[in-house]
């Protein structure tokens, strides 16, 4: 692993933009080591013995949650699940509050996630242990992001010059947000595509090109991430129907054709299947999604050794 | 008892008036303006360099009183007022109780006469309890002395009872005073909808909300011929609409905010809840035209919207605080910062913009520093410079976008009635 100079130790993980090359390049090669303890038969490695994690999830999550949760104990770290079905503000403690609690305990890094925009962010000016934004509202979803560089790279080897194309719900999405700041970074050509209420033409700010054809989008693409279509923004008249949606914007092997042969389809999850992305394209030959799952955990592990230990030399094939 | 004010610029946009000269008060009004006055028997303020102004009118403030004191009250909210040069301010009615009926209105009337540092007007509902169902009773508030009819906080959905309201305060002389963002555009979002919110994934309020709401009040004002005051103008289609309808001869005031006037949606990165407000600071094309509109006339007024709330209430998520911040206190040296050092406003116009425009349209004593005029006097130092410190305001709102900046100019006395109510920044009792 090495010394680096440009340690994440203590640092809050909070947003990939402004996040630099180095940076994000430090992350994702030490996931490329993680991943190798996740296959062996006996995943218990030392590294963050007597560092204890607190995952405070103020909005339902299962892979999430379980990924941070399995990162910080196949590193060895005591992690401990807060699940709150309401924000702090309906409960009636504020999240002052409730994080002054958490490190009254003496945690060393909390990891958030919450349905409000900026959340992290609050909560890093409270407190002291590392914060890890595990998802705040639309804003950003740094370890996805992540997650989904990884595993491009794994099948790619390079971001640089390759067309990504992120397809669906791109205006309410914090996977798309977190992608598109890292992937630009590493050099990657991104593109977002989906219903017009479903997008923001304000987004070309971000340096990415904005389509509602997602043929025209798809056109010759090495990536395509196809993003979850939230069923309650039907309700709130965004879009006319989930029929219509997989008719008009949903990948299916046939538009999976436009894209170049050998294109990578990604997919945050939960999937539903049907709707944004037929059975044939999620489980055919080009899916990751399954590889996103078990990359998500290393990217996850990575990043708890690096914000806690970042600077320090301790062997992880122990 | 008598007041002189010696070798100060004397400002009176009201009666053209501009040059140094001493201002007499006696008894509480303005005795005379004039070079080398003499008074023996006169408290006498040196105001060489400094600028003699009639009291600022801020026509725009939440005093949060009767209910919401964890905010602000009629005392911290009037201390505030003078302690940012204000002689006057009118308070809306989005209380609790709202302030729909004539006793409310003289309660709080009675309540600032007795506890109050500067003079309140006092702005009743147009509709009962803010509901915009059906109107309250305004023929009652204003014959009990309120000053204008809002329900500030809402646009009035039913234009069929905003049209009703704006004839029917329009009997009593009455104006009407609209909070103009179309409620389904706006409905769950919580800033500025572009670049910014594409970029921090914040639902947007977007820009043509306040512009098709401005155009249905406008065009009802229009159709009916009665007088109608937009508050807190925001976006450069809004000045375009409201430029035009003065120019059809539409008796249409407006008003911009110091921050609308100077911030735009970027301050919103930072996810800082002292950003939050409705409506939401806007993209710089939008502050643009907002400053051409007030340099041509199409906007008549600087008011501050100051909209305390309660440290608790700020300290929260950005998407769950409340919108809304203090700016009783800050207003005059945003603006003198902003808008005079910047080259882009002189004094007069400054001035008319802050108190003589204000007492025309709210049809209010002060705003004029003629000979017989309520001695209602804010001294300004134009190049005073200052810190904000939020800590240190007399608001209880602490929260504010210009925390910490440096500004220049600020009021260093405030007189209202001929007495000294706030001098080098201390309220007095």
Redesign the interface.
């Known amino acids: 692993m090495g010394k680096s100079n440009l340690s994440l130790r203590n640092k809050d993980i909070l947003q990939l933009q402004g996040m630099s090359e180095s940076q994000l390049q430090l992350i994702l090669d030490t996931a490329r080591e993680m991943k190798t303890i996740i296959d062996r038969d006996i995943k218990k490695v030392p590294t963050l013995r007597g560092k204890s994690i607190i995952n405070l999830f103020f909005e339902p999550s299962t892979r999430t949650r379980t990924s941070f949760e399995l990162a910080g104990k196949y590193l060895g770290a005591d992690v401990v699940n807060i699940t709150t079905s309401a924000s702090s503000v309906v409960k009636g403690e504020s999240m002052r509050d409730t994080l002054l609690t958490i490190e009254a305990m003496g945690v060393d890094a909390v990891v958030i996630r919450h349905e409000a925009e900026g959340s992290a962010q609050f909560a890093s000016q409270i407190l002291k242990p590392v914060v890890i934004n595990a998802g705040d509202g639309a804003h950003e979803h740094p370890t996805q992001g992540l997650l989904d560089m990884f595993t491009v790279l794994q099948y790619k080897q390079r971001l640089e010059g390759l067309k990504v194309v992120i397809v669906g719900d791109v205006l309410h999405s914090r996977v798309a947000r977190s992608d598109i700041w890292g992937m630009k970074t590493l050099g990657a050509d991104v593109h977002v595509a989906g219903p017009a209420p479903l997008l923001a033409r304000e987004m070309e700010t971000m340096g990415v090109t904005v389509h509602t054809s997602v043929e025209e989008a798809i056109e010759g693409a090495d990536v395509i991430n196809v993003l979850r279509i939230q069923k309650e923004r039907q309700g709130k008249g965004l879009f006319p129907s989930g029929r219509e949606y997989a008719r008009l914007f949903g990948i299916n092997a046939k538009r999976l054709q436009l894209a170049k042969p050998d294109a990578l389809v990604l997919h945050p999850g939960p999937m539903n299947r049907g709707l944004e992305i037929s059975p044939e394209v999620a489980y055919g030959a080009q899916s990751a999604i399954q590889e996103q799952v078990k990359n998500g955990l290393a990217i996850r592990m990575a990043i708890l050794y690096l914000v806690l230990m970042g600077g320090e030399e301790v062997e992880v094939t122990a | 008892m008598k007041l002189l004010l010696k070798n100060g610029r004397v400002i009176d946009p009201a009666s053209g008036f501009d040059a140094v000269a001493d201002v007499l008060v006696d008894d509480g009004r303005i005795a005379a303006v004039g070079k080398n006055l003499q008074a023996a028997d006169a408290e006498m303020v040196d105001c060489a360099g400094k600028v003699v102004a009639p009291g600022l009118i801020d026509m725009h403030v939440h005093l949060r009183d009767p209910g919401l004191e964890a905010k602000e009250d009629i005392v911290s909210g009037t201390q505030a007022a003078a302690a940012g040069g204000f002689t006057t301010v009118a308070c809306m009615a989005n209380t609790r109780p709202v302030v729909d009926s004539s006793i409310l209105v003289e309660g709080l009337r009675e309540r600032a006469r007795r506890d109050g540092v500067v003079h309140v007007g006092v702005i009743g509902a147009l509709s009962k309890g803010l509901e915009g169902k059906e109107l309250a009773e305004i023929g009652d508030m204003k014959l009990a002395g309120a000053v204008a009819i809002s329900d500030d906080g809402h646009h009035v959905t039913r234009a069929s009872l905003f049209k009703a309201g704006l004839e029917y305060a329009a009997m009593f002389d009455c104006l009407v005073i609209t909070h103009a963002e179309d409620e389904s555009l706006v409905d769950g979002g919580y800033m500025h909808?572009?670049?910014v919110?594409?970029?921090?994934?914040?639902?947007g309020r977007p820009s043509v909300a306040e512009d098709i709401a401005i155009s249905r009040d406008i065009m009802l004002a229009e159709y009916t011929g009665t007088p109608i005051h937009i508050a807190h103008v925001s976006t450069k289609g809004s000045v375009d609409i409201i430029r035009a309808a003065k120019l059809r001869g539409v008796k249409v005031t407006a008003e911009a905010t110091p921050h609308h006037l100077t911030l735009t949606d970027a301050e919103v990165s930072?996810?800082n809840t002292a950003t939050k407000v409705n409506p939401p600071l806007r993209s710089a094309d939008h502050v643009a035209a907002l400053r051409q509109g007030l340099k041509d006339g199409t906007i008549d007024v600087i008011a501050s919207d100051h909209a305390p709330h309660a440290y608790?209430e700020k300290?929260?998520?950005?998407?769950?605080a409340p919108s809304g911040f203090t700016g009783l206190e800050t207003s005059l040296g945003v603006i003198l910062t902003e808008l005079y050092h910047t080259g882009e406003f002189t004094l007069p116009e400054i001035i008319d913009r802050m108190s003589a425009r204000p007492a025309g349209i709210l049809k209010v004593a002060g705003g004029t520093l003629k000979e017989g005029a309520a001695a209602d006097i804010t001294v300004i130092d134009p190049d005073k410079v200052w810190t904000v410190d939020c800590d240190k305001l007399y608001t209880r709102g602490k929260a504010s976008p210009f925390a910490g900046r440096r500004l220049k100019g600020q009021a260093v006395m405030t007189v209202v009635d001929g007495k000294i109510v706030m001098q080098e920044g201390q309220v007095r009792a």
């Open positions: 909808e572009g670049a919110s594409a970029m921090l994934g914040i639902p930072s996810f608790e300290d929260v998520e950005f998407r769950y």
